[in-house]
């Protein structure tokens, strides 16, 4: 089984939102940093957001900013990313991970993935 659990996705209309969350299967991660990832199809994996151990610092790619918002709930072992304002570009396959280390918008840094969870949105 995958180490973390994504869950939330859905088929939405543009200018609908949705809320991912993500879970660990076993393990905690509340000592990492997390970070969201997709994949469209035909596309490489791309960067979303990051949230700090603590949720306070967070990160994200030019393309969400002011539409999606990453936070986390350490006592409930989860993250977060609510997603607003959603357009047909945003349709792919979202992906959690633990930051291990170097740069917090490259997938390389991470570990852990969770098996996705697929957004799809609707003109």
């Known amino acids: 089984q995958a180490p973390l659990v994504e869950s939330g996705g859905g088929l939405v209309q543009a200018g609908d939102s949705l809320r991912l969350s993500c879970a660990p299967s076993g393990r905690t991660f509340s000592r990492y940093a997390m970070g969201w990832f997709r994949r469209a199809p035909g596309k490489e994996r791309e960067f979303v957001a990051a949230v700090s151990w603590s949720g306070g610092t967070t990160y994200y790619a030019d393309s969400v900013k002011g539409r999606f918002t990453i936070s986390r709930d350490n006592a409930k072992n989860t993250v977060y990313l609510q997603m607003n304002s959603l357009k047909p570009e945003d349709t792919a396959t979202y992906y959690c991970?633990?930051?291990?280390?170097?740069?917090?918008?490259?997938?390389?840094?991470?570990?852990?993935w969770g098996q996705g969870t697929q957004v799809t949105v609707s003109s």
């Open positions: 991970a633990a930051h291990v280390g170097g740069d917090f918008t490259h997938d390389g840094g991470y570990s852990y």
